[in-house]
């Protein structure tokens, strides 16, 4: 049988410099777990507009569609601020999201240990979070139509659709109640049923879809309300169910009381291909990080934990991944950190290579 593929989409800002740590990780696996990946490497973002005047080729979007999963980093930058819309870096994102269909964006925010105290929230309120965000990704506000900005006597108005129909809603449900049957079996669904025609159908199309998970316990909130929740007391939620926008914005919140936006990972989930394997991209939740880019100070963790994420969800290699998690956790615990982990106690920060290096060696120590 061939290598699994995997297809690095590095991108723009601190991407690239994240992801010459993740392939110290993807060849370490190579070498020492005997699972070796087919790699090949192509652009997207920024670096894909300079190169081909379009953030995404089509012939990176083809080959994305072949691979068994692709690793991205970030795009966007300050440069591209002033891009035609139809040709900003995150049109290229969003292309490969919607393209291959990735609907179930699973955001992770764990609380490691080691950092409980680098959270703005007090140490009891977020020690041990784990709780899951399952963020529709391919439809919503971000793709309904119609949208643009158009003339209507004379004044310029603004649209954009929030649209969800029953399948859409259903299927990342199902991915949902499906994550929460294997964690803590609690799910509660944000929406503004409140206000939205669509927050209706949504609260009722997940309650449908609760009839085949009996186990679990459902809950609904209303999304304003779910961020003051998470902020007030994160621990009591498990797996959280939300659209596209308000996924965007509650899982930012969420990734901060973790401590950094440098610390998390997500995957985004299709359908099955014929080998089996999800349609996947893995991607860390934080940005292209501009007034960073350059200076070795970039925090390499998320994106190395996207690729955990990878080896757990597509490859099947759930004990690798736990490896790979313990690695990281061993380097926080022995006191490491890159510049965003550092607060008031003045420990010097190592680089974006040393915190590489030392997750390789942790690896190492594993065997
Ligand atoms: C994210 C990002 C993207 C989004 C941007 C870069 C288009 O904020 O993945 O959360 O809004 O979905
Ligand atoms: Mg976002």
Redesign the pocket.
């Known amino acids: 049988m061939s290598n699994p593929s995997l297809l690095i989409l590095a991108g723009d800002g601190i991407g690239p410099e994240v992801m010459t740590e993740v392939k110290k990780v993807i060849h370490w696996y190579g070498d020492k777990r005997d699972m070796a990946f087919d790699v090949s490497e192509d652009l997207v973002g920024g670096a894909a507009y300079d190169k081909h005047g379009t953030p995404l080729h089509d012939g990176t979007m083809a080959k994305a569609q072949e691979v068994d999963a692709v690793l991205l980093g ?3 930058g300050p440069a591209y601020d002033n891009l035609d819309f139809s040709v900003k ?2 049109r290229g ?2 292309r490969l ?1 919607k393209e291959m269909d990735l609907f179930a ?1 699973l ?1 992770p925010a764990q609380c490691f240990d080691a950092l409980a105290d680098f959270s703005s929230l007090k140490k009891d309120i977020v020690a041990g979070l784990d709780i899951m965000i399952v ?1 529709e ?1 391919t439809s919503g506000v ?1 793709f309904g139509e119609p949208r643009g900005i158009h003339l209507e006597d004379n004044m310029r108005v603004g649209i954009n659709t929030q649209r969800y129909t029953e399948a859409e809603i259903e299927r990342g449900a199902r991915a949902a109640f499906e994550l929460a049957m294997k964690r803590d079996k609690r799910l509660c669904s944000m929406e503004k049923a409140n206000v939205m025609e669509s927050g209706i159908l949504w609260r009722d199309v997940v309650t449908e879809v609760h009839a085949d998970y009996p186990e679990v316990e459902l809950s609904h909130m209303y999304a304003d309300n779910g961020a003051m929740q998470l902020v007030r007391a994160p621990k009591q939620f498990d797996v959280i169910y939300t659209d ?2 308000f ?2 914005i509650l ?2 919140c969420a990734a901060m009381l973790t401590g950094s936006l440098g610390m998390l990972p ?1 995957a985004s989930l299709g359908f099955p291909m014929a080998n089996g394997r999800p349609k996947a991209m893995y ?1 860390p ?1 934080h ?1 292209s990080a501009p007034d960073i880019t350059g200076q070795g100070k970039a925090n390499p963790i998320a994106c190395i934990l996207s690729f955990a994420m990878a080896l757990r969800y597509s490859f099947d290699q759930g004990a690798e991944a736990d490896r790979l998690e313990a690695a990281v956790e061993k380097v926080l615990a022995d006191g490491l950190r890159t510049a965003d982990l550092i607060g008031e106690e003045g420990v010097a920060p190592i680089s974006t290579t040393e915190m590489g290096d030392a997750i390789v060696a942790a690896l190492d120590a594993s065997l």
């Open positions: 970030a795009v966007g870096p995150e994102l969003l999201r964006n955001r963020r990704l971000y596209n926008l996924g965007d899982s930012d997500s991607e939740v940005g």
